[in-house]
């Protein structure tokens, strides 16, 4: 089976602009969680989706927004992007909602810079 | 509030001589328990996982945990390190188990070093 796949593998975007991430999870899993990971604040919870409906939202701000589509692949965009928002953002699959045995799987990561 | 902490930042070992990694976790209950792997530019990898069954833990790679109750830990080691074994480990718990929800709270990561 192939693993987690996100696209891109690196993005460069300046100040203000958007962005979207893309996360193909693993084939058969119906959730996707999204993560961000930053030296200063390491690994935090952005949000998850389960069959198409955010079911759990992390403590960021609007500017960061998700979807799902009925395949399960998951796109997370960042608006008006800000230095700050640079990081690595994962992505993670898994069988259930939140995966009750909690084992998700992640991707390699987008590296995101904002300059 | 923290719901994990990994007491150490950074733990040098000797290739061939023990690894310990520490992590304690507050919650009113037993929650799910996780240690993850992440090697440079690679994603993360599930180490292995408690979830109320057995409390010591055998995970991949020859690592294992124990659960503690009493001392809310759950502690990584390994007996012998191996120089493959140099990257960040990340514990985590999952406090929304029982629920449909499910966020990963993770530690700020203990970096190993292993020298040869």
């Known amino acids: 089976k192939a693993g987690v796949t996100q696209t891109p593998r690196y993005l460069i975007k300046t100040r203000g602009q958007q962005v979207t991430l893309s996360c193909s999870p693993i084939s058969g899993h119906r959730s996707v969680s999204w993560y961000q990971q930053t030296p200063g604040q390491g690994l935090q919870f952005l949000f998850e989706y389960f069959s198409e409906t955010q079911r759990n939202k992390g403590n960021f701000p609007g500017r960061f927004s998700g979807r799902q589509f009925s395949n399960s692949r998951s796109e997370m965009n960042v608006s008006t992007l800000e230095l700050g928002d640079s990081a690595l953002y994962l992505c993670a699959s898994s069988l259930r909602s939140g995966g009750a045995s909690g084992e998700q799987f992640f991707g390699p990561g987008t590296r995101l810079t904002v300059l | 509030a923290q719901s994990v902490t990994q007491l150490d930042s950074h733990v040098s070992v000797s290739e061939g001589t023990p690894v310990l990694l520490r992590c304690n976790y507050s919650s009113s209950y037993s929650p799910s328990l996780f240690w993850y792997v992440q090697h440079p530019n690679k994603g993360l990898q599930l180490l292995l996982k408690y979830t109320s069954a057995a409390t010591l833990v055998k995970g991949i790679n020859g690592f294992e945990a124990e659960f503690k109750k009493s001392e809310t830990s759950f502690h990584l080691t390994k007996p012998s390190a191996h120089m493959s074994d140099a990257a960040e480990y990340f514990c985590?718990?999952?406090?929304?188990?029982?629920?449909?929800?499910?966020?990963?709270?993770f530690g700020r990561g203990t970096q190993l070093t292993v020298w040869p």
């Open positions: 985590v718990v999952n406090l929304d188990r029982g629920s449909t929800l499910g966020r990963l709270y």
